[in-house]
């Protein structure tokens, strides 16, 4: 079984037929993971493995997908939500970061005789980079998108496009892996990064819970943070106007 100090994990959920891996690399990541993050994250960490494993289990897209990387990468994919300070960048999106620090965490801990090499390490990061967007994740390799499904599952529950998970799955993943107060720490550390490194939420779906929200996750200038997002995605836009013609012209081909 995985190592915990704080959760008992059983090897097998038998509602859901779903076995976690259990080998010493897993162990080791889940530590991490409770070491630099809150209780809170861990467990949605734990509830995306598992839903994940229920997505490889049921869904033929996933059948070539390596289980032990994609559990693994469920375990370490919200290191960017880290409360260690000294882990979060000021200038990258948390999904950026997470990506980058749980791939320096598997180069430094993949056991010697391992098979996994450079592909696995571009997986992992691809699969937490792109962990928030499925409109790429669902297109790449079968370990990013199980990756994406068991962390959407999370989210959505029973109600996940597709069917994939039972409302008794559901129940049975939540009742091992409590919530507690996930919603609102989620609502927390994203108004965080609204508050701390604007520049890293206005093109993403981060922007919208800061301007539901504000910066203090009570709506505390929400207002003024839609502006500041809206006012930036306009520059952005003026740019791209302003190179509209050059555009064109070369779609055109004029310059051959």
Same mark, same amino acid.
């Given at each position: 079984?995985?190592?915990?100090?704080?959760?008992?994990?059983?090897?097998?959920?038998?509602?859901?037929?779903?076995?976690?891996?259990?080998?010493?690399?897993?162990?080791?990541?889940?530590?991490?993971?409770? #070491? &630099?993050?809150?209780?809170?994250? !861990?467990? &949605?960490?734990?509830?995306?493995?598992?839903? @994940?494993?229920? *997505?490889?289990?049921?869904?033929?897209?996933?059948?070539?997908?390596?289980?032990?990387?994609?559990?693994?990468?469920?375990?370490? &994919?919200?290191? =960017?939500?880290?409360?260690? %300070?000294?882990?979060?960048?000021?200038?990258?999106?948390?999904?950026?970061? *997470?990506?980058?620090?749980?791939?320096?965490?598997?180069?430094?801990?993949?056991? +010697?005789?391992? $098979?996994?090499?450079?592909?696995?390490?571009?997986?992992?990061?691809?699969?937490?980079?792109?962990?928030?967007?499925?409109?790429?994740?669902? &297109?790449?390799?079968?370990?990013?998108? @199980? !990756?994406?499904?068991?962390?959407?599952?999370?989210?959505? =529950?029973?109600?996940?496009? *597709?069917?994939?998970?039972? @409302?008794?799955?559901?129940?049975?993943?939540?009742?091992?892996?409590?919530?507690?107060?996930?919603?609102?720490?989620?609502?927390?550390?994203?108004?965080?990064?609204?508050?701390?490194? %604007?520049?890293?939420?206005?093109?993403?779906?981060?922007?919208?819970?800061?301007? !539901?929200?504000?910066?203090?996750?009570?709506?505390?200038?929400?207002?003024?943070?839609? +502006?500041?997002? #809206?006012?930036?995605?306009? !520059?952005?836009? $003026?740019?791209? #106007?302003?190179?509209?013609?050059?555009? #064109?012209?070369?779609?055109? =081909?004029?310059?051959?």
């Amino acid at each position: 079984m995985f190592a915990s100090t704080s959760l008992n994990l059983p090897n097998e959920l038998p509602i859901s037929g779903i076995k976690f891996p259990t080998n010493p690399l897993m162990s080791s990541a889940l530590a991490y993971t409770q #070491k &630099h993050t809150s209780p809170t994250t !861990v467990s &949605h960490c734990l509830r995306s493995a598992a839903f @994940a494993l229920i *997505g490889l289990k049921k869904n033929p897209a996933f059948a070539t997908a390596d289980q032990d990387l994609v559990v693994l990468t469920c375990l370490l &994919h919200d290191l =960017g939500w880290a409360t260690t %300070p000294s882990l979060v960048s000021k200038d990258k999106r948390f999904e950026v970061d *997470g990506a980058d620090l749980a791939r320096s965490w598997l180069r430094e801990n993949l056991p +010697k005789d391992s $098979t996994w090499g450079h592909r696995d390490e571009q997986l992992l990061w691809d699969a937490i980079a792109l962990h928030t967007t499925p409109s790429i994740a669902f &297109h790449k390799e079968a370990e990013v998108g @199980a !990756v994406c499904l068991g962390i959407s599952a999370d989210f959505f =529950g029973y109600k996940l496009p *597709g069917g994939l998970i039972s @409302a008794e799955e559901h129940q049975e993943i939540v009742a091992t892996f409590p919530r507690m107060g996930f919603h609102d720490e989620v609502v927390n550390i994203l108004c965080g990064f609204c508050r701390e490194k %604007p520049e890293t939420t206005y093109d993403n779906f981060v922007a919208v819970v800061g301007s !539901v929200f504000g910066l203090d996750g009570k709506g505390g200038d929400a207002g003024g943070f839609e +502006k500041r997002a #809206k006012e930036h995605n306009g !520059v952005v836009m $003026t740019v791209l #106007k302003a190179n509209e013609e050059e555009e #064109k012209a070369w779609i055109r =081909g004029d310059d051959r």
